[in-house]
């Protein structure tokens, strides 16, 4: 069974980037797509953005648009997720997530196994 | 974009009690939504797909229902551990928007 294990949990400052990798065990990476989902302090969540490696083209959500970036090395069947230009408001804890194809959805059927979250904490 | 809306964002129940929560879409995603449910320090589980397939392992009292803009997911009789956040998501479109979440807490 695909696991997905995410980076440790990371401090920054203001206007700094943070990147957290996401690696995937026990089966299959470059076919499903890996996306990144996060989740601010007693707050709900929200879809970053995505990528499927064999195609390595990475689409993402207008909110993070021109912050974010997404790749996935194949070679280590694992995903990063750069956030640049760091915000307060960016603290949250970050999740990467797998997308899975069953149903005939072109954006697949939801994310059916998730990393167990990184927090990230942009404090002065 | 799709916007998602949840009802109610909180909701207080029992043991046994039959629970309902729905989820809206601004416009019609057809049949393209899934239902996670999350617990405090936790990642999301993924329940449903394609609003009422059940993913392996989820108990047969969790069901889902609807099409178009109005879906319903309903836990036909609440157990203990089942209190936690729910979210519905869409995936008609490559944004994947969640739903703001519907706490469900013991009354």
């Known amino acids: 069974q695909v696991q997905l294990v995410q980076s440790g949990a990371e401090v920054k400052k203001p206007g700094s980037s943070v990147k957290v990798s996401c690696k995937a065990s026990g089966g299959t990476f470059s076919t499903y797509a890996i996306n990144w989902v996060r989740q601010a302090p007693g707050q709900g969540l929200v879809w970053m953005g995505g990528i499927i490696p064999r195609f390595g083209r990475a689409n993402y959500a207008q909110k993070f648009q021109g912050r974010v970036t997404i790749t996935a090395d194949e070679s280590t069947s694992t995903a990063y997720m750069e956030l640049s230009s760091l915000r307060f408001e960016d603290t949250a804890v970050y999740f990467c997530a797998r997308i899975n194809y069953r149903s005939g959805a072109a954006a697949g059927d939801g994310f059916d196994i998730w990393g167990q979250g990184t927090m990230v904490t942009v404090s002065s | 974009d799709i916007q998602m809306t949840q009802s109610p964002s909180t909701l207080s129940a029992s043991v046994g009690d039959r629970v309902t929560i729905t989820c809206r879409a601004s416009?019609?995603?057809?049949?393209?939504l899934a239902w996670y449910q999350q617990k405090p320090g936790k990642a999301p589980r993924l329940l449903i797909y394609?609003?009422?397939i059940l993913e392996s392992g989820v108990p047969s009292t969790f069901s889902g229902s609807g099409s178009g803009t109005e879906f319903t997911l309903t836990i036909s009789s609440l157990q203990p551990d089942d209190f936690a956040t729910y979210y519905c998501?869409?995936?008609?479109?490559?944004?994947?928007?969640f739903g703001p979440g519907t706490t469900v807490n013991v009354k």
């Open positions: 416009q019609s995603i057809s049949s393209w």
């Open positions: 394609k609003t009422s």
């Open positions: 998501q869409e995936y008609n479109t490559y944004l994947l928007t």
